[in-house]
């Protein structure tokens, strides 16, 4: 089999971007993957990269939450929603009603929802608003960056729908799962960290994909521009037309761009499908690295760092990372790396948006002056939301896939956002492709 890949831009990741820099070791993206998705972990050891993974470092693994201009530990558990009934009960995020709504969730009833609910509706029948608005949103629009009364529980929260399907209440299903993996001896096979990066950061995972593929023809830096049919839907091959005018025949395609770019390159070709896959909402991502000297900062940075609730989101930080704690080969000893999330999109310089947020940051970590370094990465079209009725989506796109059985699709707007789940979708499309080739 030859194989073509074409990449618009200059370097190969898509939104994996990372920046080394004056022993900074600095990501645009993702900075890490989930281990209970398997398919990272996998790739890498494909890739002979095991020896290379970096797990979070543990004494760094307390994350925070900003409620009411201060900084909560948040509850052990919630990463994984297997929440310890200790950290609860001992919070101040929550109020003693809070905590008393929470552990009635024990005794609700199975509630009859016809198909797909939002993640508020869902979450705050079974923990109450509290817990929901201050500990679990802050959580997920760390990953999805969307309004969690918008996103849809089946799609964000697969784990615990399944659970409230299968059991009669989630709250104690939840209390259930989370004993028994107290009390299941240890798989040696399953990594001990919830998060992995690599220890040059991610940008070495796609050099070494990127070497895997010197057997292929590499197009970087070119554009395609249209597709277009050789034969009878159901059973023809593709021409790729480039932006430089040249044309390649192909005998399967599998489109692996974000679904804006899908959308457009797919629209002549197949309206229906096109519209389908556009029809997925996007937000924008601003992320923000800075740099200072460790004297600088006040704070003891012990944890991973913190989430901002909902009712400080007049601010413009949604989330910040304490990279040299949670990863400490990313700075040089006695520096400090800090990793920011913006809230939204903002239209004001770099110089400008780091003054901002400079300024957010210094009452809450005791910094005094300007970091020493910056680094600004803005991301147009970035977050796919899985929205109410998601399924419907997948459903048309699958639908119109049925007449194009030599094409097939992959990227983060389809069936999860991650890391694992981009390699899972790819491995997928790959499947399909060659199964109607050969």
Known sequence: MQVTLIERERDWGGKIRTVREAGFVVEGGPDAFVTSKPWAVQLCRELGLAERLLPTNPQAR???????????????????FTPDWRGVWATGLLSWWGKARMALGVALPKPRWDGDVSVGAFLRYYFG????DRIVAPLLA??????INRLSARWVLPTLWQLAHRHRNLVWASLVRAWRRRLAPPDPTRPTAFFLTLQEGLGELVASVVERLKGSRLLVGRTAVALQPTGMASRSGFVVVLDDGERLTADAVVVATPAHAAAD????LDAVLADAVASVPHTD???LSLAFDRSKVRHPLNGSGFLVAPNGRDRLLLACTWTSSKFPPRAPQGKVLLR????????????ALVRVIVAELVPLLGIDGAPERAWVFRWRQAMPQYTVGHD???????QGLQRWQHLALAGNYLTGIGIPDCIRTGTEAAERVWQRVR
């Open 62 to 80: 307390q994350v925070f939450v900003l409620w009411r201009d201060r900084l909560h530990p948040l509850p052990q558990g919630f990463l994984t």
């Open 129 to 132: 608003a509290e817990v929901t």
């Open 142 to 147: 760390g990953v999805y960056g969307g309004d």
């Open 265 to 268: 390159l797919l629209r002549p």
């Open 285 to 287: 991502a601003i992320t």
């Open 340 to 351: 920011v999330f913006v809230n939204r999109w903002v239209a004001m310089d770099d110089e």
């Open 392 to 398: 419907g989506v997948l459903a048309r796109i699958r």
